[in-house]
């Protein structure tokens, strides 16, 4: 099956070979609002109306990075890319001018800027470089090969060792050991074991997930079946919100060629092993992106979670073990195995191992995705990658983690992004959202807008979590109009530690993060708006 | 063959008690005498650990579990009563007094309502946080019950009773957050529920005055549930 593998990836690169030049569009939901398909659309005309099918193709990719400057357009002539920004359906004859000449100087996009020289890209390496929708462009890129490798050359111990060696953390937000997890569904008993991806990003400002699975869905495929192979399952689910059409359709579409080419379904890579997966989508709740409320959705039943113990590893699917990570850690999963836990564990922290994708919002210049090595300052995030703040405002904090993170004031902005620095500063590493904020934001407007979301997406099966935010919304509500007292301003402390420690599922414990970090990084901006 | 049965010893305040493998604090602590405050947990029914009046401290470990579905552990040390515990349940009371309507003086289950029982029992003489005081609903639709949306505190035990119970599955709960509500099929008029078995079950098993029959004055409207305790046991496989 490796052969067939390389087979399939040397006649794409011979194809590839054929044209002098590649035209890349970014056909993410991005660049996409911006009609980039009308842009793709443009190209292919343009090229054929002048006769050139045979020297160039132009084809739609994933995301680029630059979500902010999109569409995004990069010509590949011999091999070196020009990236062109803000391209319209109209520039398209501009730039097949271009192929044989200069580049369109209006339109360049220089690439020797730190936004892209200052990333690290593991989970993003196909991003904006593959398309998508076709497997043989995964497969030449060396896709499925560490699934083929896996299944030929390794036990499933041997797997689990090596993503324990990795030193990955879960990258949905909590940071548990992904080797550790795996190691505890491989030794848990039963026939039927579960692999869950959960792809239920809902954080407001947060876009990683949904931007990988529109660039490089295939990825996310393989690291599910490596991790399949590893914990001894058969099934797996893909939990993905209906939200996300564009990633739902090409997820679809790397199912059925997966399918099709023998790297997922009966006997992969004829080898003895099963392993098929279905989609499953979520209505809408945020609370399903929390594991128990996401199995329980699975199942049929209302999305609430349940008190663990016992974990999904001990009693998830219809009660059987089950391993659930998130799309992104999937995702870091075949190039662990194609270069080794060890490589994986030389970038990054001590504790928190690795690259990290981050979806920069708000009033930050550069506003996309990036993937950056763990232990990076927060400082060179936002100031070299990101450009720094938009307009004339002056940088007052960042938000990370959406409704169950905090804000990050400019004091702290030398330190390292890792799981356990963010905890110390009350928030938290989160999904990756990024939220920049100016000093026109109030941050008890913040607080409240994130007590607001937590408010309206509470499931509403524990008494702290339900009635405890309405009134914590309710406070911060009353404080923001200037009609709060000292005293409604100690009751919100007295209910956030409440709601934080009574609360049955992350959800609920995490919602009054907002409140107690801009409480302590911004009290003074509260006791402005008391009353008397 | 007898079968195997495991044996764990732990701590519940103090006290050294003995418990089968796979009980929870909740059991073994009613077991031996030692009261932990519920609502949303009846005896009969599966615990869903939801209203957090029955959490309790753990030696060793930071978070407060609720002691209706946590199994136990050998040598767990259990701690039931603390200030910091009083404290949350009061606030849990609090929460629910504010997030309905629950005047007990106009109320068909005065003096024998589980929540007003609570709260004296806790001290809850007075509600810190505002009163939301939504305007909810009475169902009068059925023939023999009502259902006050007013009254109800969400603790799902209709829902339960209804299915693990009679097996109608009638009830259940829609919308989320404080916007939950517990319906009747699919939030159709209890009175015209085909599922409805009008067995009754869920107004015994309710703690407040949210379900109650009708024609009934406050003395006769007390709730029975000797029923499900019995009904368990009947249907436990035997040896």
């Known amino acids: 099956m490796i052969d067939e593998l390389e087979e399939i990836a040397q006649r794409e690169q011979e194809a590839a070979r054929q044209f002098p030049h590649t035209i890349n569009v970014c056909v993410a939901a991005g660049c996409l609002s911006n009609r980039g398909d009308k842009v793709l659309e443009a190209l292919q005309g343009e090229v054929k109306a002048r006769g050139l099918e045979g020297r160039c193709r132009a084809r739609g990719v994933g995301c680029m990075g630059l979500c902010c400057q999109g569409p995004l357009v990069a010509v590949v002539s011999g091999g070196r890319p020009t990236m062109y920004q803000t391209v319209t359906p109209e520039d398209a004859p501009a730039l097949v001018d271009s192929l044989e000449g200069e580049p369109v100087r209006r339109l360049l996009l220089p690439t020797d800027q730190p936004f892209f020289s200052r990333q690290t890209k593991i989970v993003l390496e196909n991003s904006g470089a593959i398309d998508p929708e076709r497997i043989e462009d995964y497969v030449a890129a060396g896709g499925y090969s560490s699934l083929f490798k896996v299944l030929a050359m390794m036990s499933p111990t041997e797997v689990i060792d090596e993503v324990h060696r990795s030193g990955l953390r879960g990258r949905g937000g909590a940071g548990y050991p992904t080797g550790l997890k795996w190691s505890t569904v491989a030794k848990a008993s039963g026939e039927n074991k579960f692999v869950i991806c959960n792809a239920d990003e809902g954080d407001p400002g947060a876009f990683m997930d949904r931007s990988v699975l529109e660039s490089d869905p295939h990825r996310v495929l393989e690291g599910m079946a490596i991790a399949a192979y590893a914990v001894g399952a058969k099934y797996g689910y893909i939990y993905v919100r209906a939200e996300y059409p564009l990633a739902i359709k090409r997820l679809e579409k790397a199912l059925r060629q997966a399918n099709q080419m023998g790297a997922l379904g009966r006997r992969v890579g004829r080898m003895t092993f099963d392993f098929s997966v279905d989609l499953r989508l979520g209505a809408g709740a945020f609370v399903c992106g929390e594991e128990t409320a996401l199995i329980a959705s699975i199942e049929g039943k209302r999305g609430q979670p349940r008190a663990r113990p016992p974990y999904p590893a001990e009693r998830g699917l219809w009660g059987h073990s089950t391993l659930i990570n998130n799309v992104e850690t999937f995702a870091n999963i075949p190039s662990i195995i194609r270069h080794g836990g060890a490589w994986l564990a030389s970038i990054g922290t001590e504790k928190s191992k690795g690259t990290k994708v981050f979806a920069l919002a708000g009033r930050i210049k550069n506003t996309g995705l990036i993937e950056v090595p763990m232990g990076i300052r927060l400082r060179d995030i936002i100031y070299d990658i990101g450009g720094g703040v938009v307009g004339d405002g002056r940088f007052k904090a960042v938000q990370t983690g959406g409704p169950s993170g905090g804000c990050i004031p400019a004091p702290f902005l030398d330190m390292p992004v890792d799981y356990e620095s963010l905890a110390e500063v009350v928030s938290i590493m989160g999904s990756g959202g990024m939220i920049v904020l100016d000093d026109t934001s109030s941050m008890v407007d913040v607080a409240r807008y994130f007590m607001e979301f937590s408010m309206s997406e509470s499931c509403g099966k524990c008494v702290p979590c339900r009635v405890g935010t309405v009134q914590m919304h309710g406070l911060l509500t009353k404080i923001a109009r200037g009609e709060g007292t000292a005293g409604d301003v100690a009751l919100l402390e007295e209910l956030s530690d409440m709601v934080r420690n009574t609360s049955l599922c992350g959800l609920g414990i995490a919602a009054p993060n907002p409140v107690l970090s801009t409480l302590k990084h911004f009290r003074n901006e509260y006791d402005a708006l008391l009353k008397g | 063959m007898p079968q195997e049965v495991r044996i764990r010893t732990l701590t519940i305040d103090g006290r050294p008690v003995g418990a089968r493998e796979g009980e929870t604090i909740l059991q073994v602590a009613r077991e031996n005498g030692i009261a932990i405050p519920t609502l949303c947990h009846l005896d009969g029914l599966g615990p869903i650990g939801a209203c957090r009046m029955c959490l309790v401290e753990i030696a060793g470990s930071r978070r407060l579990l609720p002691a209706c579905v946590t199994p136990v552990a050998e040598g767990m040390e259990v701690k039931t009563d603390s200030e910091r515990l009083r404290k949350y349940r009061r606030m849990v009371l609090e929460f629910l007094f504010s997030e309905r309507n629950h005047i007990c003086s106009v109320c068909v289950s005065n003096g024998h309502c589980e929540l007003q029982s609570f709260a004296q029992q806790h001290g809850v003489t007075s509600v810190r ?87 009934k004055s406050v003395a006769e409207m007390v709730k029975r549930r000797q029923f499900l305790p019995y009904l368990k046991q009947m249907r436990e496989p035997r040896e």
Request: net charge negative; glycine share 6%.
């Open chain 2, 129 to 215: 946080v505002p009163y939301l005081h939504p305007r909810l609903e009475v169902d009068a639709t059925h023939r023999r019950f009502v259902v006050d949306h007013n009254r109800c505190i969400l603790c799902t035990r209709c829902v339960r009773v209804c299915d693990e119970i009679e097996g109608a599955h009638t009830w259940d709960v829609m919308a989320r957050g404080w916007q939950s509500r517990v319906i009747t099929d699919l939030a159709q008029e209890w009175g015209t529920s085909e599922s409805c078995t009008s067995c009754g079950k869920c107004v015994h098993v309710c703690p407040t005055g949210a379900l109650f029959e009708k024609d």
